[in-house]
């Protein structure tokens, strides 16, 4: 695929994506329409070599897999690891805020944000609803996904006139400043078709439906219209704000890509193009002997620890269900895991112009330059020498461009899923990513010739990693 449509693609899916939840829903639509089948962790799974399966676990996690037709239990997983969360600003479970006649949302701060970057942006809202449903007599809940496409709300900045010192350093205070606004207090009066019309409620609940309003009537008419329900059917919701201006290719030469949540769903996006290219046709998976993978997961931002962050056993259940589907000896999982190998892809820190100082000399990663292998002596990456030279030696049978990045001495340095990982399940693990600036804002940008690198390097990893192992020689 040529480097523009690749680039379509990806804006396709961002746009798609405002939240992780939205971004499972696409990659499932995209996996379902690849041959993908769906299988459930409730139920039992029957695998068949030359299969493909995914599956999902709270809507926010993903795993798809391809087994090949010459796999047998023991044999080794090929897996791309990225993440589907952002920093973001999430809704409160009481986000009613009312004050100095404005009707604010109330938000907590997820992850680690380049905060200020939230003042003035063309706010929304999106995420999942959890629905009370009825129908001849009977009463169930569904969770729908909802993103009202308008903007709906703003985080104004404080005037100069108001703050003279404003320009010597700007500080966000996250508890009081970043309250969004939605409306004034007296326009919601007026408008009392919208006004308490079945909120969501705080209180003792019966039926689905509660007493005391913990969100502003306005939000939820705008929700229920949004879905087709009415507000006393919306039982509860996880919703964030997000930035209503869409991803596109810029730049004077139409060489970047700008868009909000790069970091990570460029290499959410990425690695599931890849794996769907290098599994598209029968004969793509006639000689493989392992399981290619694909895991997206959430958390990430703030430190995988939950049910469907990396730090929870979904990887590991993913592959000690597909090995013990084709075997009942419970030991060839350990076998399986250590013929295995994990790329773990999160976006890289491209040198800025305006602060190159912040990089380490011999590592500067530059845009167009390809994917990034990064390394740190203390384990904050999992890369080793092994394991940087199978990903680097398959770069180099498909003249494709690699970087190298460490951090410099006298700054911390950050972490992905990889040391997770790789410490949790023993997987030989190489972190790597695309280079890309404004890591954590509202809108960042990368290269759109590294979107294509990216795709290609990783498809690349799935056909060739199996052959290329079996001449390597470690642990003997």
């Known amino acids: 695929m040529a480097e523009g449509a690749v680039v379509s693609d990806l804006l396709s899916f961002l746009n798609a994506s405002p939240t992780a939840f939205h971004a499972v829903d696409e990659a499932k639509k995209r996996l379902r329409n690849a041959g993908y089948e769906q299988i459930f962790e409730r139920e039992d799974w029957k695998l068949e070599a030359g299969k493909k399966y995914f599956f999902t676990r709270n809507h926010s996690t993903v795993v798809a897999f391809a087994i090949g037709k010459r796999y047998v239990a023991g044999n ?47 706010l929304t809202v999106a995420g999942r609803v959890i629905i009370r449903e009825e129908k001849d007599g009977s009463v169930s809940y569904s969770h729908r996904l909802v993103k009202i496409e308008e903007p709906i709300m703003r985080i104004p900045t404080l005037a100069i006139h108001l703050d003279r010192g404003v320009n010597d350093g700007f500080k966000v205070n996250t508890q009081n400043h970043l309250l969004p606004v939605l409306a004034t207090s007296i326009k919601a009066e007026l408008n009392k078709a919208i006004v308490d019309n079945g909120p969501i409620e705080s209180g003792s609940q019966t039926d689905g439906k ?15 219209d949004q879905i087709g329900c009415q507000p006393g059917d919306i039982c ?10 869409p991803s596109i290719a810029a730049g004077a030469m139409k060489e970047f890509v700008f868009s909000g949540r790069l970091d990570n769903l460029c290499m959410s996006f990425c690695s599931l193009k890849a794996l769907i290219d290098s599994t598209s046709s029968e004969s793509d998976l006639e000689d493989e002997t392992g399981v290619r993978m694909v895991a997206l997961f959430d958390h990430e931002e703030v430190g995988s620890n939950s049910a469907q962050g990396a730090g929870s056993p979904v990887m590991l259940d993913a592959l000690s269900r597909t090995t013990n589907s084709f075997t009942s000896d419970p030991k060839v999982i350990k076998k399986a895991i250590q013929r295995s190998f994990l790329v773990s892809a999160d976006m890289a820190h ?21 994917l990034v292998i990064k390394h740190n002596a203390n384990q904050r990456y999992a890369t080793n020498a ?35 990982l790789a410490s949790g399940a023993g997987i030989r693990t190489v972190d790597v990513g695309a ?42």
Not at 350 to 370: C, I, S, V
């Open 350 to 370: 491209a040198l800025h112009p305006n602060y190159m100082d912040k990089h380490e000399d011999n590592h500067q990663p530059k845009l167009h330059g390809g």
């Open 210 to 224: 509660k007493s005391t309003a913990k969100h502003h009537s306005l939000l939820l008419q705008m929700l229920a």
């Open 435 to 476: 280079p890309q600036l404004s890591m954590h804002s509202i809108r960042e940008m990368c290269a759109a010739d590294d979107v294509k690198h990216s795709c290609e390097h990783f498809k690349a990893f799935f056909q060739d990693f199996s052959h290329l192992d079996a001449k390597i020689t470690v642990d003997m």
């Open 76 to 122: 080794g997983f090929l897996i791309v690891g990225a993440h589907t969360d952002s920093p973001c600003l999430k809704l409160k479970p009481v986000s009613k805020v009312t004050k100095g006649g404005y009707l604010e949302v109330g938000v907590q701060t997820y992850g680690s944000g380049l905060w200020h970057t939230w003042f003035d942006r063309d």
């Open 236 to 245: 509860d919701f996880e919703l964030q704000a997000c930035d209503t201006q």
């Open 386 to 420: 092994v394991t940087s030279f199978i990903f680097r030696e398959i770069a180099a049978k498909h003249s494709l461009p690699v970087q190298d990045f460490v951090v410099r001495n006298d700054m911390p340095c950050g972490s992905t899923i990889g040391p997770i």
